[in-house]
């Protein structure tokens, strides 16, 4: 009882630590027409992967923290819209256009990255900015705890 009780408090402060090792990939972004969303690209991720806004433009402020040239693309509802290829390091910002709801795929065009992981969505609207949800997790203790009582033997 006494390391549930622990384990419950450890649990408790690490938010607070500033980290979030949480294995959700959803994340909301700011919510109104004009707001900036940060997109960051590496081997061979988009993060966040999945963003959640209410309709209207947008500016993504697209950073290659990787170290291979990387792109992102979005297939809004009027069109696809891409950056230039970023260099590593290099950043550029992308205007997106997303009236109405709906949900838009994002990627990198690069050769191959698409394939390898590289991609995400983009969630106007209904289930948007103004209801994001996060995938709920499960931590390793909790998983070891299940069927025993929640006392971990």
Same mark, same amino acid.
Do not use: W
């Given at each position: 009882?006494?390391?549930? %009780?622990? %384990?419950?408090?450890? %649990?408790? %402060?690490? !938010?607070?630590?500033?980290?979030? &090792?949480?294995?959700?990939? =959803?994340a909301s972004s700011p919510s109104g027409s004009g707001a900036d969303v940060n997109v960051s690209l590496s081997e061979y991720m988009i993060d966040p992967s999945a963003i959640a806004v209410d309709p209207g433009s947008y500016t993504f402020h697209v950073v /290659?923290?990787?170290?291979?040239?990387?792109?992102? =693309?979005?297939?809004? !509802? /009027?069109?696809?819209?891409?950056?230039?290829?970023?260099?590593?390091? =290099?950043?550029?910002?992308?205007?997106? &256009?997303?009236?109405?709801?709906?949900?838009?795929?994002? #990627?990198? !065009?690069?050769?191959?990255?698409?394939?390898?992981?590289?991609?995400?969505?983009?969630?106007?609207?209904?289930?948007?900015? $103004?209801?994001?949800?996060?995938?709920?997790?499960?931590?390793?203790?909790?998983?070891?705890?299940?069927?025993? $009582?929640? #006392? $971990? #033997?």
């Open positions: 009882m006494r390391r549930l %009780l622990l %384990l419950t408090l450890a %649990l408790g %402060l690490v !938010p607070a630590c500033g980290g979030d &090792d949480s294995t959700s990939e =959803e /290659n923290d990787g170290s291979t040239t990387h792109a992102l =693309e979005v297939e809004g !509802p /009027n069109g696809e819209v891409e950056t230039e290829d970023l260099e590593p390091g =290099e950043s550029a910002d992308l205007t997106v &256009d997303l009236q109405g709801d709906g949900e838009f795929e994002m #990627y990198c !065009p690069v050769d191959g990255h698409r394939e390898r992981g590289m991609e995400g969505t983009i969630t106007a609207g209904a289930g948007g900015a $103004g209801g994001a949800t996060t995938d709920e997790t499960t931590t390793e203790d909790e998983d070891e705890d299940k069927g025993t $009582g929640g #006392y $971990g #033997y």
